[in-house]
T-cell receptor, first 109, second 116 residues
Framework: ELKVEQNPLFLSMQEGKNYTIYCNYS?????LYWYRQDPGKSLESLFV?????AVKQEGRLMASLDTKARLSTLHITAAVHDLSATYFC?????????FGTGTRLQVFP | DSGVTQTPKHLITATGQRVTLRCSPR?????VYWYQQSLDQGLQFLIQ???????AKGNILERFSAQQFPDLHSELNLSSLELGDSALYFC???????????????FGEGSRLTVL
C-alpha cells in the first residue's frame, strides 16, 4: 500500500527561524506537489516538482525532490506569521494525487 | 479563486439520508477528482472522472457514487449517511491532454457535510 508520510506532523517555530518539512513516499513517482491549506479553507498549490533533482523557490519557501530517495523537502527560511498553515505533499500515482498526512505549522513572534 | 465551484458549501443532515454534492471544474478542464478530508483519515482520494468516464477509484464506499455529465460538471452522491461520513468533501479539476500534463490539481472551496 502506498504511504506518503510527512514529518513533523506539528511544527511550532519562532519568527525568523529556518526549518525543513520532510515528505517520504513508498512508491516510484517522478512527480510531487506541495499544497498549503488554511483552516477550513481550500488547498492552494505551492510547488509542482516534475523530475529528480527539481528545486523550486517562492518567497521564503523552497521545495526539492529526490526521486531516488523518494524524498521531498519543503524548506522555510526566516519564517513569518503569514506562513502559519497546514502543508501537504502529494505524490502523483497513475494520474491521481495521494496526499501526505500534512504538517501543521504555527509561527509565533 | 481556483475557478472550481462547489455547492453547497455547508450541509447538515441526519443519519440514513442521502445528499448530492456538485462540482463545476475550471473552464477547459476535463478531469474531476473527489477527495474526502476528515480529522482521522486525512485527505483521501475517492474517485476521478475524465471527460465523462470513470478513470480511477480510490477509497470510495459502496454507499457513495459519482458521475460526470456531458457539460463536465460532476456530482458526488452520498447515501445511507453515517456519523462517520461527516467531513469536508473537495472537488478538484485538471486539464489532461495525455501529451503535456503537469498533473496539477486545482481545488474548490469544499462542501462541509455534517451528519447528525
Amino acid at each position: 500500500e502506498l504511504k506518503v508520510e510527512q514529518n513533523p506532523l506539528f511544527l511550532s517555530m519562532q519568527e525568523g527561524k529556518n526549518y525543513t518539512i520532510y515528505c517520504n513516499y513508498s512508491t516510484t513517482s517522478d512527480r510531487l506537489y506541495w499544497y498549503r491549506q488554511d483552516p477550513g479553507k481550500s488547498l492552494e498549490s505551492l510547488f509542482v516538482l516534475l523530475s529528480n533533482g527539481a528545486v523550486k523557490q517562492e518567497g521564503r519557501l523552497m521545495a526539492s525532490l529526490d526521486t531516488k530517495a523518494r524524498l521531498s523537502t519543503l524548506h522555510i527560511t526566516a519564517a513569518v506569521h503569514d506562513l502559519s498553515a497546514t502543508y501537504f505533499c502529494a505524490v502523483d500515482v497513475s494520474d491521481k494525487l495521494i496526499f501526505g498526512t500534512g504538517t501543521r505549522l504555527q509561527v509565533f513572534p | 479563486d481556483s475557478g472550481v465551484t462547489q455547492t453547497p458549501k455547508h450541509l447538515i443532515t441526519a443519519t440514513g439520508q442521502r445528499v448530492t454534492l456538485r462540482c463545476s471544474p475550471r473552464s477547459g478542464d476535463l478531469s474531476v477528482y473527489w477527495y474526502q478530508q476528515s480529522l482521522d483519515q486525512g485527505l483521501q482520494f475517492l474517485i476521478q472522472y475524465y471527460n465523462g468516464e470513470e478513470r480511477a477509484k480510490g477509497n470510495i464506499l459502496e454507499r457513495f457514487s459519482a458521475q460526470q455529465f456531458p457539460d463536465l460538471h460532476s456530482e458526488l452522491n452520498l447515501s445511507s449517511l453515517e456519523l462517520g461520513d461527516s467531513a469536508l468533501y473537495f472537488c478538484a479539476s485538471s486539464y489532461q491532454t495525455g501529451i503535456t500534463n503537469t498533473g496539477e490539481l486545482f481545488f474548490g472551496e469544499g462542501s462541509r457535510l455534517t451528519v447528525l
